[in-house]
């Protein structure tokens, strides 16, 4: 309680302020926002990875939690036709989405702003399972086993496509390669 008043009262004066707002204007609702999120690897040449010693080998670095981007709400009214953003995820050790480094995002138009920001709230909540890299040895006997397990950071490129077709929009993304 503050000032003797309920903590409800804050909230309560909130909804009808916005239900005012509502009656006192027309409103007619915009196209609800639609986001389909597809990707595929693609490995571009010149990508750097891991370099393996002998009985190393690396398993992991795949998504198993993908959140597509939201269509910016404030971009529907104008239905740019496409618009692509093109993401560096940061992965680290436990395959938790570290950073998303976007090429030039502090040269973007406010309204592409709007869609890096898009990608980076949806890429933030991506999950991959961890890169791992384990060392093997065999015995004198020639049974392999287990000798030691790391697990290490990478990073994937993917290119996010926002479209809009008659007030319906669209997400998907495409992974352009990455290193490890």
């Known amino acids: 309680m503050q ?13 009808m302020l916005l239900l005012a707002g509502c009656a006192a204007q027309e409103h007619r609702p915009l196209p609800k926002a639609q986001g389909e999120a597809s990707w595929k690897q693609v ?3 010149g990508t750097v990875r891991y370099s393996l010693a002998l009985g190393q080998v690396a398993s992991g670095a795949a998504p198993f939690q993908r959140v597509a981007p939201i269509y910016p709400p404030s971009q529907l009214a104008s239905c740019p036709t496409r618009v692509e953003v093109q993401g ?15 090429a030039d995002a502090s040269a973007a138009d406010p309204a592409g702003r709007t869609f890096i920001d898009a990608v980076r709230t949806a890429a933030r909540q991506w999950r991959f ?4 890299i384990d060392q093997w040895a065999a015995d004198a006997s020639g049974n392999s086993h ?7 950071p990478f990073s994937l490129s993917y290119r996010f496509r926002f479209t809009c077709r008659a ?10 390669g990455g290193g490890q």
Not at 3 to 15: I, S
Not at 129 to 132: A, D, E, I, N, S
Not at 167 to 176: C, I, N, Y
Request: glycine share 12%; hydrophobic share 40%; net charge positive.
């Open 3 to 15: 000032g003797g008043q309920p903590e409800g009262w804050r909230w309560g004066l909130a909804v």
């Open 88 to 102: 560096l995820l940061i992965v680290d050790a436990r395959g938790h989405v570290s950073a998303v480094r976007v």
């Open 43 to 45: 490995t571009k040449p």
């Open 129 to 132: 399972t961890p890169l791992h």
């Open 167 to 176: 007030g319906h929009a669209t997400v998907s993304t495409r992974s352009a």
């Open 146 to 152: 287990l000798v030691d397990r790391e697990t290490r």
